[in-house]
């Protein structure tokens, strides 16, 4: 077994003569690893954030989804007071061009009308 000569402790100098011809001394530029340290933080903040948002997107459409049956708000009128024997109600009272329009002929006491025929405007 080889005898390598031993370095006092606190002996740097020493030390690094005795490892020279071994592990040359590399000169890094800390910059540059600095750099890209700061972007690899910067994306891993980025994509944590991104990964968040997708998250409370996810858990708000599970709890509220979007269309579906229209709840309890958006059910017809009530009907008005009767004044006259036949009443025409529509729903909605407001629409735009190319929307659904519904009416209904209520008749409001006994008489001789024909109602259920179906017409198109």
């Given at each position: 077994?080889?005898?390598h000569p031993r370095t006092?402790?606190?002996?740097?100098?020493?030390?690094?003569?005795?490892?020279?011809?071994?592990?040359?001394?590399?000169?890094?530029?800390?910059?540059?690893?600095?750099?890209?340290?700061?972007?690899?933080?910067?994306?891993?903040?980025?994509?944590?954030?991104?990964?968040?948002?997708?998250?409370?997107?996810?858990?708000?459409?599970?709890?509220?989804?979007?269309?579906?049956?229209?709840?309890?708000a958006a059910t017809l009128?009530?009907?008005?007071?009767?004044?006259?024997?036949?009443?025409?109600?529509?729903?909605?009272?407001?629409?735009?061009?190319?929307?659904?329009?519904?009416?209904?002929?209520?008749?409001?006491?006994?008489?001789?009308?024909?109602?259920?025929?179906?017409?198109?405007?």
């Open positions: 077994m080889t005898d006092p402790p606190g002996d740097v100098e020493a030390l690094r003569h005795q490892f020279a011809q071994a592990a040359p001394s590399i000169v890094a530029n800390p910059d540059a690893v600095v750099r890209r340290a700061r972007r690899r933080r910067a994306w891993v903040r980025a994509g944590t954030s991104a990964g968040v948002i997708a998250v409370m997107l996810v858990a708000v459409l599970v709890v509220r989804p979007w269309g579906g049956a229209p709840g309890p009128p009530p009907p008005s007071e009767p004044s006259r024997e036949v009443e025409i109600q529509v729903v909605p009272e407001a629409v735009a061009p190319g929307e659904v329009v519904t009416v209904v002929l209520i008749a409001n006491a006994d008489n001789g009308l024909t109602f259920g025929v179906a017409a198109q405007l």
